[in-house]
C-alpha cells in the first residue's frame, strides 16, 4: 500500500506542475484586470496540491493538524482569488475592495487558521478520532469548525460562477469563448475538491486516492487555452448583445501588440471574416484586404480621420475613431470604431453637383436664350414686311422649347438624386431594342446599325432608359450631318461581370472638356457641361453601380461612349 500511496502522492505534484507557468504568466501581468485574482487561484491550487501530496505520502512529514492549516491557507487564497478574478473581469478593470470589507472578510480565514494550528488542544477542526498519519483526507474525522469551513468556502465560490453562466446567455465571440472555459475550469476544479469526501463512504477506493490535483491540472489546461488562446487577460470583454454586437458601426479591439482581441459582426462583414475566429491574430492579417488603412492610423493613439475602402461593392467611406484603452498610466490596447459615411458624402456630392447645375443653368443657359428671344423680339418688332416674322418666330420657338427641355430635365435630375431607388434586375437587350424602335420612329431617316447579345440582363436604376435614350438623342441631335447621312452603331454585349452597351456615331465629337467634367464629377466657371442630359446619364449610371466612358476610338469618326452596368444574377427582364 506504501507504494500505491506513494505512486499517488508524486502523481499529483505532477499534476501540480501546469499551475507554475500560469502563476509565473500572471505574476508578469498585475496590472491587467482579473490578474490577481488568477494568480491567487493558481498559487492557491498549488499549494494545496502540495499539501495533499504530503498529506498522502506514506511516511508521516508533518503533523496532520498543521498539514491542514497550511491546506486551508492555500483554499483561502483560491476562494478569495475567484471571486476577485470573476469581479474584475466582468467589470473590465482593476477594483480596490474597501478596507473594511476586506478585513471583515479576513476574520473567518484568521481564526480558522489559529483554530486548526492549535486543533490539539480542541478539536474543533479535526475531531479526535482522526489518526495521527492518515492516508488521506478520506480518514479524517471532521469537527464543527471544518463543517463551517466547507459551508464557508462554498458559499463564496458558487456565487462568482452564477454571475459568470449568466453573462454566458447574451456573450458572443471571444467572450463567449473566455466564459466556456473560465465555466469549464471551475466545473471541473469545484466537484474535484470535494470527491475525498464522497469517496471515504465508498470502501473499494482506497483512503489515499485523491483526485484534487488531477482535477486542478485539467482546469489549468482549460484556463491555459483562455489565457493564451484567447487573451483573456489581454482586453477583457463586457457583455454586448444591446451594444456592440448590435451595432451598424464596424467594431474592432485591439491589444498593446496590435492584435486583434475582438470584433463585433459588422466588422466580421466588412473584412469579410464571417466564420472566422479572428482574435489572437496580428492587425495586419486582419486588414490584409485594407493596406492602406495600417499606414492610416497608429494603435493606441487617439484621432478621427476620414478613410476610405475599396470593398467588393465599390469604394465605401467611413469616419474612423481609434480610442486608447488605458489602465492607470499605461495603454494597454485601442478600439478603433468605423462609421460610413458614404451615403452622407455621396449626398453631399449630389447635392453639391445639383447646386452647381442649377446655378449654371440658371445664370448662364437661361439668360443667353433669353436675350436671343429679347434680341428675335425686337426684330419683329422693327419688321415693316412681315415675311420675316415667320423666321424670327421660329427660332423664337426653338430657343423656347431648349429652354423648356433645360428646364424638363433639370427636373428630372433632381428626381433622380432624390430616389431612393434600389437597382434591379431587368433586361437590358429589350430595353435599348425599344429606345432604338422610338429613335428610328422619330427619326427614320438616321441609319441604326444594332446588334445584340443573347438577351443580356443586367442590375440597374428603374430609370436607366432615359440614359439610353439621353445618350440615343444625342448621337443625332448634336450631329452636323444631314438626317440621311447620320450613322449610328449599337451594340449589347457581356464581359464575365457586366452587361456593355456601346453606342458610336459619326458627329463631331464629343469635347474632351465635357469629358473632364463629367469625369470629376463637379463644374466650375470654366469647365462645365454644355447640357443637362450627360450629367442625368453620370447619375443613372453611378446610381446603377456602372461605369460610363467616352472615347474617340472608334470607325466612324465621332464619339463613342460605353456604359458597363452589373450583370444581374435572375432574370428580371420586366422591372426595367
Known amino acids: 500500500m506504501s507504494t500505491a500511496a506513494q505512486s499517488m502522492s508524486m502523481l499529483m505534484l505532477v499534476s501540480a506542475a501546469p499551475l507554475v507557468g500560469l502563476a509565473a504568466y500572471a505574476s508578469l501581468n498585475l496590472e491587467k484586470p482579473g490578474a490577481r485574482g488568477f494568480l491567487l487561484c493558481q498559487i492557491g491550487a498549488l499549494g494545496w496540491a502540495i499539501q495533499l501530496a504530503a498529506l498522502t505520502w506514506p511516511t508521516r512529514l508533518m503533523p496532520v493538524h498543521l498539514n491542514t492549516a497550511g491546506r486551508m491557507l492555500f483554499q483561502f487564497l483560491v476562494v478569495f482569488g475567484w471571486p476577485l478574478l470573476v469581479w474584475e473581469y466582468t467589470r473590465s478593470r482593476r477594483v480596490q475592495p474597501r478596507k473594511s470589507v476586506v478585513a471583515l472578510l479576513l476574520v473567518f480565514p484568521v481564526v480558522t487558521l489559529g483554530l486548526a494550528v492549535t486543533n490539539p488542544d480542541h478539536h474543533l477542526v479535526l475531531a479526535t478520532g482522526t489518526p495521527t498519519n492518515p492516508a488521506g483526507i478520506g480518514a479524517f474525522e471532521l469537527g464543527p469548525w471544518y463543517l463551517l469551513f466547507i459551508l464557508f468556502t462554498v458559499s463564496l465560490v458558487i456565487p462568482p460562477a452564477v454571475i459568470l453562466a449568466n453573462d454566458m446567455l447574451s456573450a458572443d465571440g471571444a467572450h463567449r469563448n473566455q466564459l466556456t472555459l473560465l465555466l469549464g475550469g471551475w466545473v471541473i476544479g469545484f466537484p474535484g475538491t470535494l470527491q475525498t469526501y464522497i469517496f471515504r463512504n465508498i470502501d473499494a477506493v482506497p483512503m489515499y486516492v485523491d483526485l484534487t490535483p488531477l482535477a486542478f491540472s485539467v482546469s489549468a489546461v482549460l ?44 466588422a466580421r462583414r466588412l473584412f469579410r471574416t464571417e466564420g472566422t475566429d479572428v482574435a489572437g491574430i496580428s492587425l495586419e492579417s486582419f486588414c490584409r484586404d485594407f493596406p492602406s488603412l495600417l499606414t492610416a492610423v497608429e494603435p493606441g493613439e487617439r484621432c478621427s480621420e476620414e478613410v476610405t475602402l475599396d470593398t467588393e461593392t465599390g469604394p465605401r467611406h467611413f469616419s474612423l475613431n481609434v480610442r486608447p484603452i488605458s489602465r492607470g498610466q499605461t495603454t494597454s490596447g485601442s478600439v478603433f470604431v468605423f462609421r460610413e459615411v458614404t451615403e452622407l458624402r455621396e449626398r453631399e456630392r449630389e447635392l453639391e453637383l445639383l447646386k452647381q447645375i442649377h446655378s ?12 436671343i428671344l429679347k434680341g428675335h423680339i425686337v426684330e419683329i418688332e422693327r419688321q415693316e414686311n412681315n415675311s420675316s416674322v415667320a423666321e424670327h418666330t421660329s427660332e423664337i420657338n426653338k430657343t423656347a422649347d431648349t429652354l423648356l427641355e433645360h428646364s424638363e430635365k433639370a427636373t428630372d ?157 435572375d432574370d428580371g427582364k420586366e422591372e426595367l
Do not use: C
Not at 449654371?360 to 436675350?371: D, E, G, W
Not at 434600389?422 to 420612329?441: D, W
Open 223 to 266: 484556463w491555459g487555452v483562455a489565457l493564451f488562446r484567447y487573451h483573456l487577460l489581454g482586453l477583457v470583454p463586457v457583455s454586448r448583445h444591446t451594444t456592440v454586437e448590435t451595432m451598424a458601426d464596424p467594431v474592432i479591439a485591439v491589444d498593446g501588440n496590435r492584435t486583434v482581441v475582438d470584433v463585433n459582426p459588422a
Open 360 to 371: 449654371r443653368v440658371l445664370r448662364h443657359n437661361i439668360r443667353n436664350q433669353l436675350t
Open 413 to 569: 435630375l433632381r428626381d433622380i438624386i432624390d430616389s431612393d431607388t434600389q437597382p434591379a434586375p431587368g433586361s437590358l437587350t429589350s430595353v435599348v431594342k425599344g429606345e432604338i424602335k422610338s429613335l428610328t420612329r422619330e427619326y427614320p431617316a438616321v441609319d441604326v446599325d444594332a446588334a445584340f447579345e443573347d438577351d443580356v440582363s443586367v442590375r440597374a436604376h428603374i430609370d436607366i432608359h432615359r440614359a439610353i435614350r439621353e445618350l440615343l438623342d444625342n448621337a443625332v441631335v448634336h450631329n452636323e450631318r444631314a438626317l440621311d447621312e447620320i450613322r449610328l452603331r449599337v451594340r449589347v454585349s457581356t464581359t464575365a461581370k457586366q452587361g456593355v452597351l456601346t453606342i458610336e456615331d459619326n458627329g463631331p465629337g464629343i469635347n474632351d472638356t465635357e469629358v473632364a467634367t463629367l469625369e470629376a464629377g463637379e463644374e466650375t466657371a470654366l469647365q462645365h457641361v454644355s447640357g443637362i442630359g450627360l450629367w442625368m446619364v453620370r447619375m443613372l449610371v453611378d446610381k446603377s453601380g456602372g461605369t460610363l466612358l467616352f472615347s474617340h476610338d472608334t470607325e466612324l469618326g465621332g464619339t463613342r461612349v460605353k456604359v458597363r452596368l452589373p450583370l444581374a444574377e
